[in-house]
């Protein structure tokens, strides 16, 4: 691939073939696989294909799986040999959020450009270093904010910023997701807080607050609370099935970040007045929605 950069760090010519590199074959590591490949035929109109070229995760089954499943050329044990490949031009960081702020910081000084998952690292610091580590290295970015790019969202932002729907005063935003309803789900990283930082949070609020965010301006103020709804869950080693894994009998290890946070915030003014105020909520623990994100203003 040949880019281009410009001094603000956005590019401004790519083409040709772009050479994928993959860290993390778990869940959204496949996802990311398949948007990679559905790209010549989803925007044809930019004459851009991928090649996936290397694969990284620490479990080699998943390694194995990325080679022969997914159509890598290379699999390796260890992420750096998917930084130090030539051949690669764009990384995706799929890793649990440990690894976020190490990887990041890494691929940006390879300066490979990359495609990193959300929340972006365990804290805001963590979220900052890669940030200035991007920033200085002059590579593009993206963040797994996937939501705001649906057609029916960019087309309530138009309306907002059109001024068509009036001045805004209240939003109310939630994303309610299953994935731990059932008491005996499994622990997966996104559990514990060395691994993940906090829970529901950082995994769903988050996307939650980069919506709404997208579609009014900034937040200004917060309260918020958090609430962990099971306590103890059954243990599940890293690299193994997904986070939707429900174990009998397993020995149980304590939960240890939130399963539900709710906030109440206000929106910096805008042009049309005071900042609008609302509610946002998340929950993983919830009986019903599978993965629910609406929100209303
Ligand atoms: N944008 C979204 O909607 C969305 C949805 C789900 C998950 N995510 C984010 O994606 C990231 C990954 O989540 P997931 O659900 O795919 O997790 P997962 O548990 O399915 O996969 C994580 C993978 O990382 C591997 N791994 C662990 N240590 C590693 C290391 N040192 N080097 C390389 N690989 C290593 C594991 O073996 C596993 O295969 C998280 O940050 C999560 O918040 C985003």
């Not at 040709?16 to 990311?32: E, F, N, Y």
């Not at 209240?170 to 807080?193: I, M, Q, T």
């Not at 529901?200 to 609020?205: F, P, Q, S, T």
């Not at 020995?251 to 509610?279: H, M």
Request: one cysteine or more; proline letters at 5%.
């Amino acid at each position: 691939m040949t880019s281009t950069t410009t001094t603000s760090g956005t590019a401004s010519r790519v083409s040709g073939d772009i050479g994928v590199g993959l860290i993390s074959v778990g869940w959204m590591g496949k996802l990311h696989s398949r948007a990679y490949q559905s790209l010549p035929s989803v925007y044809p109109e930019l004459g851009l294909s991928t090649r996936l070229v290397h694969a990284a995760d620490t479990a080699a089954d998943r390694v194995a799986y990325a080679r022969d499943a997914l159509g890598y050329e290379r699999g390796s044990t260890d992420y750096r040999e998917v930084l130090a490949d030539p051949d690669v031009d764009v990384v995706s960081i799929c890793a649990p959020n440990i690894l976020h702020r190490e990887i990041g910081v890494a691929a940006a000084q390879a300066g490979k450009h990359f495609w990193i998952e959300k929340p972006v690292g365990r804290d805001a610091r963590e979220t900052g270093e890669v940030a200035a580590a991007a920033r200085a290295a002059g590579i593009v970015t993206s963040i797994g904010y996937n939501y705001r790019h649906a057609p029916a969202v960019e087309h309530v932002r138009d309306l907002v910023a059109q001024g068509v729907l009036g001045r805004i005063t209240n939003v109310r935003a939630v994303f309610f997701a299953g994935y731990a309803a059932e008491p005996k789900g499994a622990l997966s990283w996104r559990f514990k807080r060395e691994l993940a930082g906090s829970g529901a949070l950082g995994d769903l609020l988050s996307h939650v607050v980069d919506l709404v965010s997208y579609l009014i301006g900034p937040i200004a103020e917060v309260s918020a609370l958090t609430s962990t709804v099971y306590t103890q869950r059954p243990i599940l080693p890293m690299g193994s099935a997904t986070h939707f894994a429900v174990i009998e009998d397993g020995e149980l290890g304590p939960v240890e970040n939130d399963d539900y946070a709710a906030t109440l915030v206000r929106f910096s003014p805008t042009a049309q007045g005071p900042g609008p105020v609302g509610t946002l909520e998340a929950s993983r623990t919830i009986v019903g929605p599978q993965c629910g994100l609406g929100f209303e203003l």
